[in-house]
Structures are given as C-alpha cells and as structure tokens.
C-alpha cells in the first residue's frame, strides 16, 4: 500500500497539524511515512500545502506529480491540486472556502461539510478534523487506535486535554456520507436514501468507472447524513 | 531497537548531535535550517549532558568558535545554510589547516546572493571543491532520508576523528524541513577528559601538564618546505580517505543501460523516476553517492564498461556531471554522460526526470 | 452627491507619498517598518532628494524595501549594509546615502561594520529598527532582546547568564566621535511618528551638511515574532521595551549635547 496525499489550505486552518497526526497515526500503524511542507515566509493568510506519503515500502519522490488523494480547503488549492490527482483518486472539499466546485468527472469527489458541522458542534476549529474524518471513512487505512495514537503523539502534552474533542470530530467526521451521495450524482443514478447506504457499504475499495457525465450542479441539494455504519467496525479495519 | 519519531530533518539533526554526546553548538540562526539550534535550545542539552549551545553573532563568529572549541578535542559542530557557509569559508580552511575535527552542516538553499529559501544542491562544489582557499578537503556526506540525516550525525563526527578533518552534512531545505519517521540512537555520554586525552591527547589543546610538550594549533608555516611537505601530507591523507570511506547506493543497476546518478533530495526523486522507467520496460538504474567527497569514482568507471550512459540529475546547474565525466574518461569508455536538473530552489518531479532520460537517450 | 464629486484635489485631507511605489507591503499588520518607510518616503520627496538618494536595504524582514520607496538602493549581504554605504558615500561623496537595518543586522552579525563606519563618520543616515527579535527567520533571540523575553532560541526566555545583555548599541554608538546625531525614537502613535519624522528629517540635514554619521534608533513592534497582537504589542513595547530603551536623543553635536545619560 502507497498512499500520496496533498491537504492544502490557508495557513492557520491546521492543514500541516492534519498532515502531522496522519503521519503519526501511520507511524503507529507501522508504515513508513513522509511529510513535506511547502515552506517559506508565506503571507499571512497565504495558502499552505503539505505532501503525506503512507507505505508499506521505503518511500521514493517526497515530490508527488500525481496524487492519490487531495484534501482541499481553500479556492486557491481547488485551482491549483484539482488537476493534479490521478485518475480514479479522491478529491475531498470542505465548500466554505470553495466557490467554484471541482468539475472533474474521472475522479471521485467527496463534500465534506466540515465548517458547518463544526460550527454546529460549537467548536469552529475542529473542521479540519471532521475532514480529516471524512478522509478516513473513504481510505480506511488507519485504524481509531492508531489514529487516537497518532493525536496524542503529534499533540504537545498541554494540548492532550483536547484530544477527546477532536477524535469526537474525527468520528463525526467519518458519519458525513455526503460522499456516498456524490458518488451516486456522478454515476449519474437517482437512487433513495437506502440505496446510497448500501453502496456505502459494499464499496471499501474506491475504484469506480462512470457511466455518464456527473451532473454537479446538483451537489449542493446534499447536507450532511448520519451514516449507520457502526463506530466498533472502524476499529477493526486494518 | 531505539526511540521511533516522526520529526523534521532539523530537529533530528539537533537531537542527533545531542545523543552522540556532541560537546558544543554554535550557530547564527538562517532560513531553513533555524529548526536546528531552535531544537537545541528547546532540549536545553546542557541540563542533561552538558552540551553547551550557543547562539553566535554571525556565521563567521559561529565557525571560529567550532575552531577554539575542536581545538580542544572536544566534539565541536555548527550548521547553517549557503550564505551561512560562504561566510564561514575562511573558517572551514583555516579548521582544515589546521587539522581539526568538527561537523559542519549546511542545510543549503538556493542561490546564489541572498537566493531564495527553497532547496537547492548548488553548493556541491563549495562542498566538495574547496569553498574556502588552499588545497583542502571537506569529508562530505549526503543524507537521502530522514533517518540517514540522524545516522549521519555520529557518523560525520566518527570520520573527522579517525582523519583529524572537518566533516560536512551536505543536505537541503528539503530535507530539513520534511518530517518523516526515524528511530534515533540510544544517548552516548560525552567523552570524559580521560578519553579526550587517550583520542586527541597529542595535538588538543587542553592545557599542557609538564609530562607532554606543548600543543600548539594553527594552520600557519612560514617555511614553504615545511608548508609543501604539510600539503603532501594533506593529500595522502585525501587519498586514504577515498580508499577508505567512499559509500555509496546501487538500486537496480545489475542490468541497466542507463544509470541515473543523484544524491539527497534528487536521488529520492530519482528513485521514483526508476520505477516509472522501468514500468515503461526501460532498464534503467540509480547510483546514489552518499560521500560527495570521496566521490564513488570507482563504482562508476565498473559501470560505465557495463551501461551505455550516465544522467546527472541535480538542483544546481550541473555540478557532479564533472566529476562523472571525469570517472568515464579515465575508464576510457564511451558511455555518454548527460544533465538535467532544476535550479532556484525547484525540485525535479521523477515525470520530468524520465522525460529527459527518454529525450537524452531514447531520442523519443 | 457622488462620490466622484468629492474627489477632487480641493478635498484632499491626506495622500500617500508619490515615492511609494504602488506595491502590497509583505509586512506583518501593525508592523512598524511600514510606518518607517513611509516616513522616508515623505522626506525624500518633501526635501526633494529622490536624486540623490542611494538607500540600502538590509537582510532581514525589510529586505524588500526597494520595493516600496522608489528611489535607487543596494540590497546588502547581512550585517554589511555600512560597508555597502560607506563604499557608495565614498566614490559619491554629495549623495544622500542611508543604510536601513533590523536588530539582528546592525547588532548582531553587522556590529563591527556599524561601528567602524560610525566611527570613521561616514556620512551617512543609518535608521536602525529595533524590535527585539529576528522577525523574518521567524522569531528567534536578537542582541537587543529583553531579559526574560521568550523567543525561538530562547523558549525559557532569555537567560543573561547564558544570552548576555540586551544591547544598547545606540548608546555605544553615541559614544563615538565619528557620529554626530544618534537618537532613539518610536512610531507606534500618531505623535511618536510625527517627533520620529522630525528626528530623521533632522538626520537627513546632517548627512546633507556633511556632518559626520546620523543615527536613528527606531524602537519598534513585532506582533509575529512576540506572538501578539498589534495592539497588544504597542502596549508591550511601551511597557517593556520603552522601559529599557527610552526615548530621546542621545548625542546632538550639532548643538554641542549629549542629552541623555541611560
Ligand atoms: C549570512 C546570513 N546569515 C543568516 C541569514 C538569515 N537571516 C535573514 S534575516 C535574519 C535576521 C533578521 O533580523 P533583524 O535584523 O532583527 O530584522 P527583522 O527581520 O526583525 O526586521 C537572519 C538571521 C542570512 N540571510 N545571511
Ligand atoms: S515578522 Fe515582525 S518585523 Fe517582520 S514584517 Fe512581521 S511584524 Fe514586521
């Protein structure tokens, strides 16, 4: 297993904390792991990037041209990373800082409403990990163990106080199955509520072939729906 | 096996030197390598092994202080980035000329002037050519991964010992800035006066007792005879070094007829540029020096009767393409030797690497 | 009316100095380079010296200046801006030459080279922006950082023991013969900048006359590497550094003073 991942955002909406606990949580999954930043006086409130490579396997290019998986949470990332993930990869966006929604068809596109739910929680700045939650349900590669682990690994010790906060996020997170429904406008499909959880269900592997054009302009009709998948089955994914 | 961390190439060069019972840190802070005194400072290692840290005035303030501080056989360091290092130049020769052992890390940037903060490899001929003035040698090492940055820590002070030369970490922002998982040393106490004076006794200047002549450090010989003699000395000591300590990496080169040569940063851009190569069926290899200096001469001269051609591939304008050129030509073989690199900071993607060894060697 | 009705020179209350150049400052909010350049920039045009004038930029989180004020400048190696200025003043001795230098640059790496040229009087304005910390590497301990004062390099604060004392340079400064008038000044309300850009028009005279090294300490902010914000970083400084660095001149040969005695 080799995952290649950007997360990019501004600077201050926590995308290289969410890259850090990502790498721990791989740590303590007994993967090898690399984390690079884009770095440099950015401007403040200029965007930032970070590269988290997961593998089985001594990993190679820390510069990735293609990315399995890109975690989006501002416009200027949208512009800039759309375009730079692989064919059949993941795209997932927080749509508070994106005006312009993805519009490729060959990749698979998940909303995650990770403002408002954490607006909603009380809590704005746990968006990211409810993303970051989002992320987990749709590449089950790390386990809530490790993923705890990694939290209390990459958090300084004043800060464990709030682990307890962000793994609810992360579990709130991992309930959005908004990305179910997207998959199901890309394949061009009208199904019912139902239909979607079960498609949930069967499909732990994301490689999806389209039948027809997705019709995005219809992506913004879906919020936020509890998904039934039950927490104690996250714990036993590999 | 040892403690496991996810850390920055920075800070584990800090933690390195701490845990290798480094004796002394001197350092002005630059861009992107701030992380590493930074770390030390956090640490406070003087609490826990006496390893003293200091922020200096300025680079040239940092490399005279690493020179009085080798100079008493202690395990003295400092690290810096490519102006950094310019600014210490005079320094670096007058350590080497005088034969003192220390580690001096440059965490370089791309240049040149004042440059730009991103990553860069242009400083290998600084490194590996000279830098400061005379005729001397930096031992030259070039980490690839965050773990070797760790390991290369005792390693670099290990070689300036045993051959009484200044050793350089040779890496870049890249490196220092990437986080990745890394299994650091167990701590090694620092070496005790008793040690220091069974290691370094005859030449540390430690304050004479009446059972030994005076030690006296510098580099300066008025009399050319002695000076050239010193010089020849010098060199011999470079030759056995070559002999002795050249290292270097070899993926998938047993049938390759192209061989990708790169160090650091680039060689792991290179690794994946091979597996792309290869999945296209193109036979193609990766040398990785890991000493700069000594160069890997051999190993290339055996490959170059094997391959048809070499690609150096660098962030700087091309550098180490020189010293291949020169392995190929004393092989005497036809092997074609080629460049392609990024410069101002920008890091090849593997895409473009593969594109120029199909454009230099497949003619497509 | 219409908003195009009241623009019009007649209603014009406050316009910004031709000499700054139409560029986004990369500095911090409330960061008081800003405020210094635009000072320059007013005396610049006001005494008519854009001519003249040869500024040089520093390395450090003023490295971009020559972007922002639209006269000729050097951009120096670190620490060697005075050398750079003395070479320039030197070869054009009736140019109006300035050196624009942090904490970190004039204090620290660049000490002997601020000294000598102050000592050989070079004729040349240096404005010195003292804010305690190295804003651009992001934050770590300068020579003039306060006791106590928690930076990058110094997480437990600095410990005198360890760090030595925060340096008064300009008080050294004003001890040399070569300079003729040093003065520490402040632009983080309306009033203090106003008294700065008197103090630097005065400097200016000076270099124009001839009269030997102009010195302008500028105490000032840095909300990014205090990690505060502006506001609360004015206050900081008013409090603590302003303290330790107190306002005023502290050598007027012209007039024959040296006025202050901290
Ligand atoms: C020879 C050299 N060493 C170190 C640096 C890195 N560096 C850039 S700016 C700076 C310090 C700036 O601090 P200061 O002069 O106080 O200016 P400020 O950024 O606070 O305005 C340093 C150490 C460099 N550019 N060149
Ligand atoms: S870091 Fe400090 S000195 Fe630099 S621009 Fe920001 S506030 Fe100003």
Not at chain 1, 18 to 41: C, H, N, R
Not at chain 2, 119 to 145: M, N
Not at chain 2, 272 to 301: Q, Y
Request: with cysteine; proline share 5%.
């Amino acid at each position: 297993m080799t995952e290649e991942m950007i997360i990019a955002g501004f600077g201050g909406q926590g995308v290289l904390s969410m890259g850090k606990i990502l790498a721990y949580s791989g740590i303590m999954e007994d993967k090898e792991v690399t984390w690079f930043p884009s770095y440099g006086p950015e401007m403040r409130g200029g965007t930032a990037n970070v590269t988290v490579i997961l593998s089985d396997s001594r990993i190679s290019s820390p510069i990735v041209q293609e990315f399995d998986t890109a975690i989006i949470l501002n416009q200027q990332s949208m512009d800039k990373f759309e375009s730079a993930v692989k064919p059949g990869g993941i795209l997932l966006y927080d749509p508070n800082g994106v005006l312009t929604p993805p519009t490729r068809n060959d990749i698979n596109i998940f909303k995650v409403e990770g403002t408002k739910t954490a607006i909603e929680m009380g809590n704005p700045k746990v968006f990211n990990m409810i993303v970051f939650g989002s992320y987990l349900k749709v590449r089950p590669i790390l386990s809530l163990d490790n993923v705890e682990k990694g939290l209390e690994k990459s958090l300084p010790k004043r800060y464990h106080k709030l682990i307890p906060l962000n793994l609810e996020a992360i579990k709130k997170g991992r309930k959005l199955s908004g990305f179910a429904l997207t998959k199901a406008i890309m394949n061009g499909e009208d199904l019912d509520q139902d239909q979607l959880i079960s498609t949930v269900d069967r499909e732990k592997n994301l490689n999806i072939s389209y039948k027809s054009k997705p019709k995005l302009q219809e992506i913004d009709k879906f919020y936020i729906t509890e998904d039934p998948i039950e927490e104690e089955k996250w714990s036993k994914i590999p | 096996m040892g403690e496991i961390r996810l850390m920055k190439g920075n800070e584990v060069l800090g933690e390195a030197a701490i845990r290798c019972g480094c004796d002394g840190y001197f350092g002005y802070p630059i861009t992107p390598q701030s992380e590493v005194m930074e770390t030390l400072m956090q640490r406070a290692p003087w609490n826990e092994t006496g390893m003293v840290v200091l922020q200096a005035e300025s680079e040239v303030a940092s490399i005279n202080m690493v020179y009085g501080a080798a100079g008493t056989g202690k395990k003295a360091m400092t690290s810096s980035s490519s102006p950094g290092i310019s600014l210490m130049a005079e320094g670096i020769s007058y350590i080497a000329g005088a034969e003192l052992p220390c580690l001096i890390i440059n965490v370089q940037r791309g240049g040149p002037g004042l440059g730009t903060i991103q990553p860069s490899q242009a400083d290998y001929f600084q490194a590996v050519k000279g830098g400061g003035h005379g005729d001397y040698k930096l031992i030259v090492l070039a980490p690839a991964s965050v773990q070797e940055m760790n390991d290369f820590v005792d390693l670099a002070f290990n070689l300036a010992f045993k051959y009484r030369n200044p050793a350089m970490i040779l890496t870049d922002g890249a490196l220092g800035q990437m986080m990745e998982k890394v299994e650091l040393a167990d701590q090694k106490p620092r070496w005790t006066d008793e040690e220091i004076k069974k290691i370094s006794g005859d030449w540390a200047t430690t304050g004479k007792p009446t059972s030994r002549k005076k030690n006296v450090i510098t580099s300066l010989e008025m009399d050319s005879n002695v000076m050239e003699a010193k010089n020849r000395r010098f060199q011999e000591k470079y030759k056995l070094i070559e002999k002795q300590e050249t290292r270097y990496e070899l993926i998938q080169c047993d049938d390759a007829e192209y061989i990708l040569v790169a160090f650091g940063t680039s060689a792991r851009v290179c690794q994946k540029s091979v597996e792309i190569a290869r999945a296209k069926g193109l036979k193609v290899g990766l040398l990785r020096p890991i000493t700069l200096f000594p160069f890997p001469n051999a190993v290339i001269k055996e490959l170059a009767h094997k391959a048809k051609g070499f690609l150096s591939v660098e962030m700087s304008a091309g550098q180490m393409i020189e010293d291949i050129k020169l392995a190929v030509y004393e092989a005497g073989s036809n092997a074609r030797v080629n460049y392609f690199g990024r410069m101002g900071g920008i890091i090849p993607t593997p895409g473009e690497v593969v594109d120029a060894l199909e454009n230099k060697f497949y003619g497509s | 009316m219409e908003l195009k009705d009241l623009i019009k020179p007649e209603n014009l209350v406050y316009g910004k100095s031709r000499l700054l150049e139409e560029e986004i400052m990369h500095y911090c909010p409330g960061c008081s380079h800003g405020v210094v350049h635009k000072i320059l920039a007013e005396l610049i045009e006001e005494m008519g010296l854009q001519e003249k004038t040869i500024g040089i930029a520093p390395v450090g989180c003023a490295v971009f200046a020559y972007n922002y004020i639209d006269i000729d400048w050097q951009e120096a190696a670190h620490g060697r801006a005075p050398a750079v200025a003395t070479g320039i003043s030197r070869l054009m001795p009736d140019k109006f030459v300035f050196s624009y230098q942090g904490d970190g640059d004039l204090a620290s790496i660049g000490t002997a080279e601020i000294m000598h040229a102050c000592n050989r009087g070079e004729n040349i304005l240096v404005i010195f922006i003292n804010n305690g910390i190295y804003g651009m590497t992001g934050g770590q301990m300068a020579p003039t950082t306060l006791e106590g004062m928690v930076t990058a390099t110094t997480p437990t604060g600095r410990d005198v023991a360890r760090n030595g004392y925060p340096l008064k340079i300009t008080n050294l400064i004003a001890q040399l013969p070569g300079t003729s008038y040093v003065t520490r000044q402040a632009v983080h309300t309306a009033a203090s900048a106003r008294k700065c850009k008197r103090s630097i028009k005065k400097a200016i005279q000076n270099v124009l006359d001839k009269k030997g090294t102009s010195f302008v300490e500028v105490v000032s902010t840095c909300s990014s590497g205090w990690k505060m914000t502006p506001v609360a970083s004015n206050k900081w400084m008013e409090e603590n550094m302003i303290a330790y660095y107190p306002l005023g001149d502290l050598k007027d040969s012209v007039k024959g003073e040296n006025v202050l005695e901290n």
